[in-house]
C-alpha cells in the first residue's frame, strides 16, 4: 500500500464498514480516555476551586507543582506508573499493570494537573470578581461557590474539554503502562504508532481519521460553548 | 428573610483605624448617624470613602476603633443593609434572574419574589431591558440593575460608592432620582462621591474626609458655608461634574 490514496480509500472503507477490530479498538479508547477524564475532573476541579479561593500554609508550593506537572512529559508518566505497577514495585500485588485500568491512572496523572491549574484560573477570577458582590448580597459560603461554578460552567467545561484532548492524544504513557496488547490495551494513538512501524498504514489512517474527526468535534464544541457564553434571556 | 434587629441606628462609628501592610489608610474616624435621610462621603481620591464603605458595610474588618449598626449584630446589619459597588458585578443572567437572586438568596417565597421583582423593576425603569443579559447593559442600566438588587431585600440602609462615576450626565440624572425615590420611601441612604452638584442635591450631611482622616461632619448648609478649610472649600467652589441638575 504505497500509495497514499489509496491507504486513505481503504481506511475509509474499514470505518463505513464498521469493522469488528476497529471498533473495538476506538471502544476502548474513549472508554479509558472518558474514565481518566471523568476522574480527573472529580478531582481536579474541586483542588482547582479550594486553591483558588482558600489561603492557606503550602498553597503557593501546591500551586508551582501543579502548574509544573501541566507540562509533564507523557513517557515520563508512563515510566512513573510503570515503577509503581511493576511485579516489584510498591502497588505490584495489585496486577494491574498492562490493563486498561494502568492506562486510565496514567492518564488522569496527566490530565489531573490540567484540569486543576486551569480550573483554578477560571474560579479564581470569578473569585476576584464576585465574592464581595455576593458577600454583599448575603451568600452564605456554600452559596457563594455554588454561584461560582454555576457561573464559570461554560469555562469549565472547556477545561474538562482541553483535558480530554489532552487525554485522547496520548500515546507514550499508554504504551508504557498498557503494553499495546491486542484485544486487551490496545487504543488507537497506540494502534496507530504500532501499524504504521509496520508499514500497515490502513488501519492507521483510519484510526488517524477517526481521531482528528474527535479533535474537529472538540474544537466545534469549544467554539459553540465560549459562543453561549454570554446568552441573553 | 432573617429577623431584622430591633434597631440598626445609630450608626455609631468610633475611632475607626484601617492599615494594610503597615500603611494606614484610615485614622481615628468618628462620627454618628441617625437613621434617616442621605449622608454624603465626600473627599478628593484616595480620601478612602470607598474604604469607609466597605468598613461599614462588613466587607473588611476594622484594625482598631469599632463600627456598631445600633444594636444588631455583624449578621443582622448585613442582612439589613445593602450595598451597590462603584463596578457592581453582574452575574451572567437576565435583569429579572440577577434581582430575583438576592430573593432566592434570602429564600423568600416564589410568588412573593415575584411581586418584589417586579416593584423593583418599576422603580428603577428597567422594565424594557428586563429580560436582557445583564452583562450587555449600559453603564447607566448596570447601575440601575445594581440599584434594584440591592433595594429589592428591603434594606434598612443603602450604602452607595460612587454610582455615578462612569455615567454621563443623563444618566447620571436618572440615578439620582433613583435614589431620592429610595431616601422617600425611608431607606438611609450612605453615599461616597467627589461630585459636589451631587451633595448638594442629595445630601442632608456631609462626611468630608481627608488622606484618611474625617476632617467634618456637617449638615448640608453648613458645609456649604464652611470658611475655614482650603480643600473643602476648593471641593465646594469647584464642582467637578458638568451637566449639573438645577
Not at chain 2, 83 to 108: E, G, H, T
Request: one cysteine or more; hydrophobic letters at 45%.
Amino acid at each position: 500500500m504505497s500509495d497514499f490514496g489509496d491507504a486513505l480509500m481503504a481506511a475509509a472503507g474499514l470505518l463505513t464498514g464498521l469493522n469488528p477490530d476497529l471498533l473495538e479498538i476506538i471502544q476502548l479508547s474513549l472508554f479509558v480516555t472518558l474514565t481518566a477524564v471523568t476522574i480527573a475532573t472529580a478531582i481536579g476541579i474541586p483542588l482547582g476551586g479550594l486553591l483558588a479561593v482558600k489561603r492557606f500554609p503550602g498553597r503557593a508550593f501546591i500551586v508551582l507543582v501543579i502548574d509544573t506537572f501541566m507540562g509533564l512529559p507523557p513517557v515520563v508518566v508512563g515510566l512513573i506508573v510503570y515503577l509503581w505497577l511493576s511485579r516489584s514495585g510498591p502497588l505490584g500485588v495489585l496486577g494491574l499493570l498492562y490493563t486498561p485500568t494502568a492506562m486510565i491512572i496514567a492518564q488522569c496523572l496527566l490530565v489531573t494537573p490540567i484540569i486543576a491549574a486551569l480550573s483554578r484560573q477560571v474560579i479564581a477570577d470569578a473569585h476576584g470578581q464576585y465574592d464581595e458582590q455576593l458577600r454583599s448580597l448575603g451568600a452564605a459560603r456554600w452559596q457563594r461557590i455554588a454561584t461560582l461554578l454555576w457561573e464559570t460552567r461554560t469555562s469549565l467545561l472547556v477545561t474538562v474539554l482541553a483535558g480530554f484532548g489532552r487525554a485522547n492524544a496520548e500515546v507514550g504513557a499508554v504504551m508504557i503502562v498498557g503494553g499495546n496488547i491486542n484485544h486487551v490495551t490496545r487504543v488507537m494513538t497506540t494502534t496507530v504508532a504500532y501499524e504504521t512501524s509496520r508499514g500497515n498504514l490502513t488501519q492507521a489512517l483510519a484510526l488517524g481519521i477517526v481521531l482528528i474527526l474527535i479533535a474537529m468535534l472538540l474544537t466545534l464544541l469549544l467554539h459553540q460553548l465560549r459562543r453561549l457564553n454570554v446568552e441573553p434571556g | 428573610m432573617r429577623q431584622p434587629p430591633d434597631s440598626l441606628f445609630p450608626l455609631a462609628v468610633s475611632d475607626l483605624d484601617f492599615s494594610v501592610g503597615g500603611e494606614q489608610l484610615l485614622s481615628g474616624l468618628s462620627f454618628e448617624l441617625e437613621g434617616k435621610g442621605c449622608t454624603t462621603i465626600l473627599g478628593p481620591n484616595g480620601s478612602g470613602k470607598t474604604l469607609l464603605l466597605r468598613l461599614c458595610h462588613g466587607m473588611l474588618t476594622p484594625t482598631g476603633g469599632s463600627i456598631h449598626w445600633g444594636d444588631a449584630t455583624p449578621a443582622q446589619a448585613l442582612s439589613s443593609q445593602a450595598m451597590v459597588f462603584q463596578l457592581p458585578a453582574m452575574l451572567n443572567r437576565s435583569v429579572w434572574a440577577n434581582i430575583d437572586y438576592a430573593l432566592r438568596l434570602r429564600r423568600v417565597l416564589r410568588t412573593e419574589r415575584q411581586r418584589l421583582v417586579q416593584e423593583a423593576v418599576e422603580l428603577c425603569g428597567l422594565t424594557e431591558v428586563v429580560g436582557r443579559n445583564a452583562r450587555v447593559l449600559s453603564g447607566g442600566e448596570r447601575q440601575k440593575l445594581a440599584i434594584a438588587r440591592a433595594w429589592v431585600t428591603r434594606p434598612r440602609a443603602l450604602l452607595m460608592d460612587e454610582p455615578t462615576s462612569e455615567l454621563d450626565p443623563l444618566a447620571t440624572r436618572e440615578i439620582e432620582s433613583m435614589i431620592q425615590r429610595v431616601v422617600a420611601q425611608g431607606v438611609r441612604v450612605i453615599l461616597a462621591t467627589h461630585d459636589m452638584n451631587q451633595v448638594r442635591h442629595l445630601a442632608d450631611d456631609v462626611l468630608f474626609l481627608e488622606y484618611g482622616r474625617l476632617r467634618a461632619h456637617l449638615p448640608i448648609g453648613d458645609f456649604l458655608n464652611y470658611q475655614g478649610d482650603d480643600t473643602m472649600r476648593d471641593f465646594v467652589a469647584h464642582p467637578t461634574r458638568s451637566g449639573a441638575i438645577s
